[in-house]
């Protein structure tokens, strides 16, 4: 959060799936490299990658550092040119690989802002990532072959009582949610946290439901309520 400490102190104390700053960060037993394709905005494009492979990032909002982020000597900042074109270049291979996941900033040139979309099908081929997929569901191969077998509901209910179990060690079950501080977008997604407001967690991960933007009704997972938090759309009392 670099030197904002109202903005440190005025969300969460983490946050899951949020762009994380490449002045501080700490990367423990990942595979993941930066792209050596990019000159710049190469720490979203790591915060992406983690994000799609892991399921989350964590970002802890207490930690304020103060950092000469874009007027330091050397580095990335001797990449920049007056005209923004190594920004342009940079950023049109954010919106290649990730589509989904990022936009031009409406107010500041050159800079994009990332959004991590909630069904985790962040490239657009209609497959969800790490972020997007109920925690313990199985990959379309792995899937396909369990459903040849006649194991497909079976495996879902165990899995789903799984899920819920998991929910209700991460966060306190009886706590109840209400609004946050941060608003959204997406229609679905604003109807979906109205009416998870007032709720416990327990009621969230056993029986809530929801509408998809494509009006499918769904059942709320530990993955919405990670990320209703996690972006500040939802708070715990």
């Known amino acids: 959060m670099l030197g904002n400490c109202s903005r440190s102190f005025g969300g969460d104390q983490v ?73 342009q270049r940079n950023i049109a291979i954010l919106f290649r690989k990730w589509p989904r996941a990022f936009r031009a900033h409406p107010k500041r040139k050159n800079e994009v802002v990332m959004h991590w979309p909630s069904d ?31 194991l497909v509901k079976k495996d879902a209910k165990l899995k789903k009582a799984a899920g819920v179990l998991r929910g209700l060690k991460e966060f306190n079950p009886t706590a109840r949610v209400a609004k946050g501080w941060s608003e959204t977008q997406s229609e679905y997604i604003r109807k979906r946290r109205e009416g998870a ?31 209703d938090v996690g972006s500040g759309g939802l708070k715990l009392r």
Do not use: W
Not at 59 to 66: F, P
Not at 197 to 222: D, H, M, P, R
């Open 197 to 227: 407001c007032g709720k416990t967690v327990q009621y969230l991960l056993e029986k809530f439901c929801y509408k998809s933007a494509s009006g499918v009704t769904k059942k709320y997972k530990l993955s919405d309520l990670r990320y």
């Open 120 to 150: 985790g099908d962040v490239k657009g081929t209609g497959k969800a990532s790490a972020a997007g997929r109920r925690d313990g569901e199985a990959r379309p191969k792995a899937k396909a072959k369990a459903k040849a077998k006649g």
């Open 15 to 87: 946050q899951f799936r949020h762009f994380i700053l490449g002045d501080f960060f700490v990367v423990d037993k990942s595979s993941i490299r930066f792209d050596e394709e990019m000159t710049l905005k190469e720490d979203y494009d790591f915060t992406a990658q983690h994000i799609y492979k892991h399921g989350s990032v964590i970002r802890c909002n207490r930690m304020v550092i103060t950092a000469k982020h874009q007027t330091n000597a050397g580095g990335a900042c001797s990449t920049r040119d007056k005209k923004g074109l190594e920004e």
